[in-house]
């Protein structure tokens, strides 16, 4: 392992990798990625695999428009061999009461200002897009034919490979105990197979991006909270789009292996780190999922996991730097869809650390905004 | 356990499947293991072996000795791979289903206990 970097990453999930290869990409190529475990370990690789436009907030929808415009050509940008599955089938967001509705008029107005091409359906309509559908009791639904899906794993991997190409030197099963600082500045970091002194620490740990943030004296405003998804076998072509409710909070995708993956908020999970299965999950998301998509009923359930939100009081991500401590960045508290921002995150914060402006301003995305009382709470979250 | 010069070159010579629930073949593998895959969890996510109806119980073991192989370490010091629910595949439409006919045993929720069955 290298003993001196440029930088240092703490964290091996899409959003570290994705930092790693812009990094690089900038000129910044002595650098080191840490992950205790392995790629994909934590919140990555256990999430839905649904990427979209369609959000409530104008940094949200930013943040996700220039990350779809960024998986369009991402494979050949990375020069990846495999395929990262990335489709373009739409997000069918499903509204069930008026209060929904009503926001959804105010999201779509907001999203086609910023050049989204989302719009409003009749429960017809969407029926039309997913015949399978049951629209009893529906009163429309957005769509958004951009949206879709991409493989976490693979789009994780070609991240780090690309790195890795340009100089970056990947650590897993390594871990980061500490980080020195001297004088408000950062001087190292500590790890299980020993320091490496670098004036930069960049904390994108995932679900533990509280611990690592103590390591510097910031207490991160973020909780953890298990949810709860499975896949079935794969089938012939049923469903195109990622079908979603905000108020029922499920969501249910057809992935290109055809598989179907599907998963379900619970308001009353308590927080913590608990990533175990419950039975009364799966007995939930059934009856749910064949009240909206009684079809579904004979394909088989094959796995069952769970993976953590990191939840901030607003919904939106930590991103940058902290005051009083030069060398310090973070991106963290993705409140579960960190995944398909990590294109633009991971460009936003590679040019933050070489100096540059942010290609999307990320005013407002700071730690500061907690202290400041300026939350504008994002509401399209399962 | 050791293989011979001629079944190694036989074996590479062959289309081999080696995971058959998802059509993965041993040349798939050891691409992956040549590109830094030391774990089993990691080819399951690079590959998706052992991720469909059977869950690895057929390729768990040969994916097992080709690591075991290439990081020359013994079988038995490789990871075993993440174990996940449900047991067998099971319908949508019978979970949901069997969850109102079935009474619960006791408070336990986890699927290892009782009401999986």
């Known amino acids: 392992m290298r003993s001196t970097a440029d930088a240092v990453i703490i964290g091996g999930g899409v959003i570290g990798s994705s930092i790693a290869y812009h ?16 790629f994909c370990t934590g919140s990555t690789g256990r999430c839905g695999a649904g990427v979209r436009e369609q959000w409530g907030s104008e940094r949200n929808c930013r943040l996700a428009q220039a990350s779809i415009n960024a998986f369009e050509h991402l494979a050949e940008e990375l020069g990846y061999e495999g395929d990262i599955e990335f ?87 390594t871990e980061a105990t500490g980080i020195r600082l001297e004088g408000g500045r950062v001087a190292a970091v500590n790890t299980t197979r020993g320091t490496i002194s670098t004036p930069v620490v960049i904390n994108a740990a995932g679900p533990w991006a509280k611990p690592v943030a103590q390591m510097v004296g910031v207490d991160l405003p973020v909780y ?19 079908v979603m409710s905000f108020s029922i909070g499920i969501y249910c ?24 299965s419950s039975w009364e999950f799966l007995r939930e998301m ?46 963290v508290g993705f409140s579960g869809h960190g995944f398909m921002l990590a294109p633009a995150v991971g460009r936003i914060i590679s040019e933050l650390v070489v100096g540059k402006t942010p290609f999307i301003d990320i005013t407002g995305l700071d730690l500061g905004r907690f202290e400041r009382g300026e939350l504008q709470v994002e509401p399209s979250v399962v | 356990m050791k293989r011979s010069v001629e079944e190694k070159n036989w074996l590479e010579q062959q289309n081999v499947i080696v995971c058959r629930c998802e059509d993965v073949t041993l040349d798939e593998v050891r691409r992956a293991i040549a590109q830094g895959a030391t774990t089993l969890d990691e080819l399951k996510r690079l590959l998706r072996v052992g991720m469909g109806p059977c869950q690895g119980r057929t390729c768990r073991e040969l994916l097992a000795r080709e690591l075991a192989e290439h990081l020359g370490k013994p079988v038995g010091e490789i ?13 949508l439409g019978l979970v949901s289903r069997l969850a109102e006919d079935v009474p619960r045993a006791g408070g336990d929720s986890s699927l290892e206990g009782g009401e999986s069955r």
């Open chain 1, 87 to 173: 489709k373009q089938k739409g997000y069918l967001i499903l509204a069930h009461t008026e209060k929904e509705w009503e926001q959804f008029k105010k999201n779509v107005a907001l999203q086609n200002s910023l050049g989204i091409a989302s719009k409003l359906l009749t429960p017809q309509e969407a029926k039309e897009i997913v015949p399978i559908l049951n629209t009893d009791g529906m009163l429309g639904a957005t769509y958004n034919k951009r949206d879709g899906h991409c493989n976490p794993f693979h789009t994780t991997w070609a991240y780090a490979q690309a790195a890795r190409r340009l100089g970056v030197e990947l650590q897993y099963f």
């Open chain 1, 253 to 276: 995708q057809q992935t290109p292996h055809g598989s179907v993956v599907m998963g379900m908020g619970d308001p009353n999970e308590p927080k913590g780190y608990d990533i175990g």
């Open chain 1, 286 to 331: 059934s009856r749910i999922i064949l009240r909206l998509l009684p079809a579904l009923e004979s394909l088989k359930v094959v796995r069952q996991w769970s993976g953590l939100y990191t939840v901030t009081p607003d919904a939106h991500p930590i991103l940058g730097g902290v005051p009083g401590i030069d060398g310090y960045y973070q991106a």
């Open chain 2, 79 to 91: 990871m075993p791979p993440t174990f996940r629910p449900p047991a067998k595949p099971v319908k």
């Open chain 1, 224 to 242: 953890t909270q298990r949810h709860q998804i499975l896949a079935t076998e794969p089938t012939g072509p049923i469903i195109d789009p990622m």
């Open chain 1, 23 to 38: 990094l690089a990409k900038e000129g910044m190529r002595n650098v080191v990625l840490l992950e205790r475990y392995s």
